[in-house]
């Protein structure tokens, strides 16, 4: 069925330096791909997202890059700042359903 | 504007016990969806409204879980014969159109079965 995978499941960076995390998923038919930040009890917040006719999008410290050939998409998030530490979650869809990765911790050590 | 709002914020039942979740979709967003998150888990899509009617119900796990939208906005989410597994925090979404749109979360409720 349909899956998308995500890593790191956690990944710890110094204040200032740049973070990635990769998701790969598994339906060609996969159009959008969102990217959510959900900090602990609350609700997933969109930060981020692209369409499958379009390969960089750009937001101030947050970039996303999309391959469709190998099926894989990236979230870049540049100067990392404490406020940034939370949950990321990818999620990829062709359709109205979300198959979401399995998240990943991102610790911004000051 | 208002953003999708759930009740209960929380919610601790007895193993056999229903319970109904609520969601309350953004203004004007004809779809919602009901998504299951497990404790360290990406949510799982449980049922999809367009409008009132129940358009993909495919993600429910088993028939104790049912959901309704009678009058195509607010919607809930009814688990019959709760089970210690059925613990979870459950998310609404809504989003404006459905295919290839942004769904937008609400805050979920914490759903614990004793």
Known sequence: GENVEQHPSTLSVQEGDSAVIKCTYSDSASNYFPWYKQELGKRPQLIIDIRSNVGEKKDQRIAVTLNKTAKHFSLHITETQPEDSAVYFCAATGTYKYIFGTGTRLKVLA | ???????????????????????????????????????????????????????????????????????????????????????????????????GETQYFGPGTRLLVL
């Open chain 2, 1 to 99: 504007g208002a953003g999708v709002s759930q009740t209960p914020s929380n919610k601790v039942t007895e193993k056999g016990k229903y319970v109904e979740l609520r969601c309350d979709p953004i203004s004007g967003h004809t779809a919602l969806y009901w998504y299951r998150q497990s404790l360290g888990q990406g949510p799982e899509f449980l049922i999809y409204f367009q409008g009132t009617g129940a358009a993909d119900d495919s993600g429910l796990p088993n028939d104790r879980f049912f959901a309704v939208r009678p009058e195509g906005s607010v919607s809930t989410l009814k688990i019959q014969r709760t089970e210690r597994g059925d613990s979870a925090v459950y998310l609404c979404a809504s989003s404006i159109g459905s295919y």
